[in-house]
């Protein structure tokens, strides 16, 4: 079964089936991405996170704070004014979208 996007808030978690992680530097760290309204973070425990410096690569605006984030085994992205979601084991590039009105850009 694929991997859907995931959304939490401002913060989407796209899979990227296909993709090495062996080509990425990445460190074991919480995942944390303060929310831009509230100041509340998004946190996921324990994954292992590079820093995108290219995120068009990817099809994502630079300025998006993209992330790519590896999820070895299935977790918890919380935040304290959203419903807890489960992220399966995989791949994923991180990044922020913005509320322009009805618009949403960075999707």
Do not use: C
Request: net charge positive; glycine share 8%.
């Amino acid at each position: 079964m694929k991997t859907p996007v995931i959304h939490q808030g401002d913060i989407v978690l796209k899979p990227l089936n296909g993709v090495s992680q062996l080509k990425f530097a990445f460190e074991r760290k919480d995942f944390v991405v303060q929310g831009e309204r509230t100041g509340h973070n998004h946190i996921m425990k324990q994954v292992l996170v590079s820093e995108l410096t290219r995120p068009q690569t990817f099809g994502i605006r630079q300025g998006s704070e993209a992330r790519l984030i590896h999820v070895e085994q299935e977790t918890e992205l919380t935040h304290p004014q959203h419903e807890t979601v489960k992220v399966p084991a995989g791949l994923y590039v991180t990044y922020r979208v913005r509320d322009w009105g009805q618009a949403r850009f960075g999707d």
